[in-house]
T-cell receptor, first 114, second 112 residues
Framework: ETGVTQSPTHLIKTRGQQVTLRCSSQ?????VSWYQQALGQGPQFIFQ???????GRGNFPPRFSGLQFPNYSSELNVNALELDDSALYLC?????????????FGSGTQLSVL | DAKTTQPPSMDCAEGRAANLPCNHS???????VYWYRQIHSQGPQYIIH???NNETNEMASLIITEDRKSSTLILPHATLRDTAVYYC?????????????FGTGTRLQVTL
């Protein structure tokens, strides 16, 4: 049990729709990162938020966007869904951005785009 | 990004030590080595991390070579519940964000 909770656990959308995924960080953690994991692959870094500001992004288009709230909970928004967006979306929180801060992952949201 | 290389799969008998190797020859001086594991589409579980000294916690030991180009994760007494995909990761910065760059990992199968 990591204390990181994600909702919903499963979601089905159709191509072109928009989706919002939610994450509640572990208590005391001010940094949240989002990862996308396609079937059979390792997770891929989408972006990181630190104190409500995006401070780093992986190789994902602008239709992937996020928010971090004052209580450090977070949202991942994906617009204009494509079939290849079908994946497990993982949220991870940490006490800071430094490379020696442990990341704790939630159980993920399984998104299927039809 | 520093790349890691792991064997795609390994077997281990229950009760024996599981030694999972990892190569990270391009690691930079201030980059940490992390190990996570993932069981059947659950979120990755943190195991251990280190910079240059060997580390041990309640789950595992991490042995990092002196030149830091490789490391070994040791599960001292493997159980069936340790069957999972194990990821060796070099944590790096992209801008001011720190990220984990996952590879394809090692699928560890623990057998009776």
């Amino acid at each position: 049990e990591t204390g990181v909770t994600q909702s919903p656990t499963h979601l089905i959308k159709t191509r072109g729709q928009q989706v919002t995924l939610r994450c509640s960080s572990q208590s005391g953690h001010n940094t949240v990162s989002w990862y996308q994991q396609a079937l059979g692959q390792g997770p891929q870094f989408i972006f990181q938020y630190y104190r409500e500001e995006e401070n780093g992004r992986g190789n994902f288009p602008p239709r992937f966007s996020g928010l971090q709230f004052p209580n450090y909970s977070s949202e991942l928004n994906v617009n204009a869904l494509e079939l290849d967006d079908s994946a497990l979306y993982l949220c991870a929180s940490s006490q800071g951005r430094a490379t020696n801060e442990k990341l704790f992952f939630g159980s993920g949201t399984q998104l299927s785009v039809l | 990004d520093a790349k890691t290389t792991q064997p795609p799969s390994m077997d281990c008998a229950e009760g024996r030590a599981a030694n999972l190797p990892c190569n990270h020859s391009t690691i930079s001086g201030n980059e940490y080595v992390y190990w996570y594991r993932q069981i059947h589409s659950q979120g990755p579980q943190y195991i251990i991390h280190g910079l240059k000294n060997n580390e041990t916690n309640e789950m595992a030991s991490l042995i990092i070579t002196e030149d830091r180009k490789s490391s070994t994760l040791i599960l001292p007494h493997a159980t069936l519940r340790d069957t999972a995909v194990y990821y060796c990761i070099v944590r790096s910065y992209t801008g001011t964000a720190s990220k984990l760059t996952f590879g394809t990992g090692t699928r560890l199968q623990v057998t009776l």
